[in-house]
């Protein structure tokens, strides 16, 4: 009742402003509207996903200069990198639908396109865990989303990284567990390329939930660790921990120049120890 509503209002003040009927629906579908098929077939005729080889997949970019007989590409060779590697939708171009796709969950609170995104990332991670490309998910510990801010959250509606990753989690069937915080500071998108690599504001920002990190390596888990949020994860991915799992992938809705991720992965490998391995899994990327 209340969704007809304001159907009917949004309809009534685009009459008012001369909108057409395609905008319309496109205002009331958002970018889901623009793909073929339209909203409901969505599932049905997803976006094209980036065929493998098209990317490197030790720094996620696309490929340029390949080089023969190595796993990395001209633009990361000779670069050390936190992560092991990085499994990609597609690009952020306004040409890609799964660009679209991610800014819509990002600042329009679309739910449903986040869990369309999460799963596409899962269908991709299988597609390359049956190559021997990427770790198996038996083999994975757990999954880190890059964290938002708790203000920036409640001024958006929407923790789109986290709503993509419990998609994710649950389509590859892996913990999903918050071992990153982040402190509040200027938006990304308000700073361009130039200034985000030489200031990297928003990995400097990252903190590392230590209570977390102990407990999940610790030989006999806490009994107050049954009030915190996620428990379930924690547990479960303790069972992982303890069974050999020694990777961990970092998720991120969009990989621009790195410079969270790397932060991020240096972190967990602080926290957790050398020992575990740490992929990037990301929606789309800017090359």
């Known amino acids: 009742m209340v969704t007809a509503i304001r159907h009917a209002i949004r309809d009534i003040m685009g009459d008012l402003l001369g909108a057409?009927?395609?905008?319309?629906?496109?205002?009331?579908?958002?970018?889901?509207?623009?793909?073929?098929?339209?909203?409901?077939?969505?599932?049905?005729?997803?976006?094209?996903?980036?065929e493998v080889g098209s990317w490197c997949l030790r720094c996620g970019y696309s490929v340029r200069v390949r080089l023969s007989g190595r796993r990395?590409?001209?633009?990361?060779?000779?670069?050390?990198l936190a992560r092991q590697g990085t499994v990609r939708l597609s690009g952020y171009g306004d040409e890609r639908a799964w660009g679209a796709i991610v800014r819509e969950v990002k600042f329009g609170k679309d739910r449903r396109g986040g869990r369309a995104v999460g799963q596409a990332l899962g269908n991709q991670w299988m597609r390359l865990a049956a190559l021997d490309e990427v770790p198996h998910p038996a083999h994975i510990a757990c999954i880190v989303p890059v964290p938002m801010p708790w203000q920036r959250r409640i001024d958006r509606g929407i923790d789109h990284t986290w709503c993509i990753g419990q998609s994710f989690a649950g389509w590859i069937g892996v913990p999903l567990l918050p071992l990153l915080t982040q402190r509040v500071g200027p938006p990304q998108r308000a700073q361009?390329?130039?200034?985000?690599?030489?200031?990297?504001?928003?990995?400097?920002?990252?903190?590392?939930?230590?209570?977390?990190?102990?407990?999940?390596?610790?030989?006999?888990?806490?009994?107050?660790?049954?009030?915190?949020?996620?428990?379930?994860?924690l547990r479960q991915t303790r069972q992982r921990v303890q069974g050999g799992c020694r990777t961990v992938v970092l998720l991120d809705d969009v990989l621009t120049t790195g410079a969270t991720v790397e932060e991020c992965g240096n972190m967990l490998k602080s926290m957790l120890g050398m020992e575990f391995r740490i992929w990037a899994g990301v929606g789309c990327v800017t090359d």
């Open 72 to 80: 990395c590409c001209g633009r990361c060779a000779g670069v050390a």
């Open 20 to 50: 057409t009927d395609d905008e319309a629906r496109a205002e009331r579908g958002g970018t889901r509207a623009l793909l073929p098929g339209g909203v409901e077939s969505l599932s049905l005729a997803p976006p094209p996903i980036d």
């Open 192 to 233: 361009g390329r130039v200034t985000r690599l030489q200031r990297r504001s928003a990995a400097q920002r990252m903190v590392g939930r230590r209570d977390l990190a102990q407990a999940l390596l610790a030989p006999r888990a806490p009994l107050l660790m049954r009030g915190m949020p996620h428990g379930w994860s």
